[in-house]
C-alpha cells in the first residue's frame, strides 16, 4: 500500500487505481466541517456579550460529526478488528498517525468545551435526560467550568489541526499527482471554516451571530478561492503529470463538475448571496449555507477520485 499511494504511479503498471470510495470524501467533509465548528464556535463564545441558546448547544455538533465521519472510516477498513492498532504507536512522519491521535483529542477538549458553554437550566436538563451518566456530566461540568478559556484555546488548536490534517493526508501521498500539493492542507482547512460556519447558521442562532458568520464565511469563501487558484497553477506548471492532473479539472473529465458543484454552487453563488443578505437587498435564508455544504462536499469528492484515475 505504501508503494502505490507512496512511490509508484505509472500508467503502464497501474492504469487505474481506485482503492477509496465514497467513505473517504465524506469521512474528510465530516472533518473538516467538524473542525470549522470547533474553531468558529470557540471564537463566538469568546466574544463578549450575550449568548443564543442555540449557541450554546452547538459545540456538541463537533463531536457528533467527527463520530460519523469515523463510523465512514471504519467502514473503509480493510481489516476492522485491527483498527486499535492505529493507538500502539505514534509515527511524527505519518500523516495517518497524527490523524488517528488527532480525533481522539477532539473528544475530551470539544466535550468539555460544549459543557461549560451551556446555561445551567440547560445543563440540568442534559444531566436528567443522561440518568446514570448524569453525575458524570455534572462532574465534568464542574471541571471545566474554571478553566473555560484554556479548553477555548486547546480547542482552537485542535480544530485547526484536525481541518489541516484533512487536506495533509491526500498531499503526502506523492505519487497522486493531483494531491502532490502543498496547498491542499490550508484549501481543506478554509474549506473546513466554510462548512463549518454553514452548518452554524442552520440553526436558530441570534442576529449578532449569524451576521458574524456570514463575514467569516465570506472571507473563508474568499481564501478558498485564492488557493484553488494557486493549486490549478501550481499544477498546470508543473512537471507533466501534474500537468495531466491539472487537466482533469481543466478541460477533463471533471471539470463539469468542479466548475458547476465546487466553483459556482459552492463559492460563487453563496457569496453573492451573503454580501446581498449583508446589505439588506435580500432577507437572510438557508440557501446559501446549504450551497456552501453541498460545494464542500463536491470538492472533497472530486479530489478523491480524480486523483486515484
Known sequence: MTELDVARHSHLVDPQLHVWGWEIPVYLFLGG???????????????????????????????ALVTVGMVALFLDLEHKLFVWRF?????????????????????PVSLLVALA??????????????????????????LALPRAEGLRAANLVVGIGLGLYTGVLLSTLGARALWASSVLGPLFLVSGLSTGAALLMLFPVS???????????LWAIGAEVVLLLLFLV???????????AAGLLLGGPYTAA????????G?????????????????????APALV?????????????????
Open 117 to 142: 458553554a451551556l446555561a445551567d437550566d440547560q445543563a440540568g436538563w442534559l444531566a436528567g435526560r443522561l440518568g446514570p451518566l448524569g453525575g458524570l456530566v455534572r462532574r465534568a461540568r464542574a
Open 207 to 217: 442576529h449578532d451571530e449569524r451576521h458574524a458568520l456570514a463575514r467569516w464565511d
Open 33 to 63: 466541517m467538524a473542525a470549522g465548528v470547533m474553531i468558529l464556535t470557540t471564537l463566538l463564545l469568546a466574544r463578549p456579550g450575550e449568548r443564543s441558546r442555540a449557541l450554546r448547544w452547538l459545540p456538541f455538533a463537533a463531536p
Open 258 to 265: 468542479f466548475w458547476a458543484l465546487v466553483v459556482v454552487t
Open 87 to 107: 493507538y500502539l504507536a505514534f509515527r511524527w512522519t505519518s500523516p495517518m498517525s497524527w490523524g488517528a491521535w488527532i480525533l481522539l483529542v477532539v473528544y
Open 234 to 244: 501550481g499544477l498546470a506548471s508543473g512537471p507533466a503529470a501534474s500537468q495531466a
Open 293 to 309: 455544504l453541498v460545494g464542500g462536499l463536491a470538492l472533497r469528492w472530486i479530489m478523491v477520485a480524480a486523483g486515484q484515475v
Open 267 to 287: 463559492l460563487g453563488v453563496p457569496a453573492l448571496l451573503e454580501v446581498l443578505e449583508g446589505r439588506k437587498v435580500l432577507r437572510a435564508t438557508l440557501v
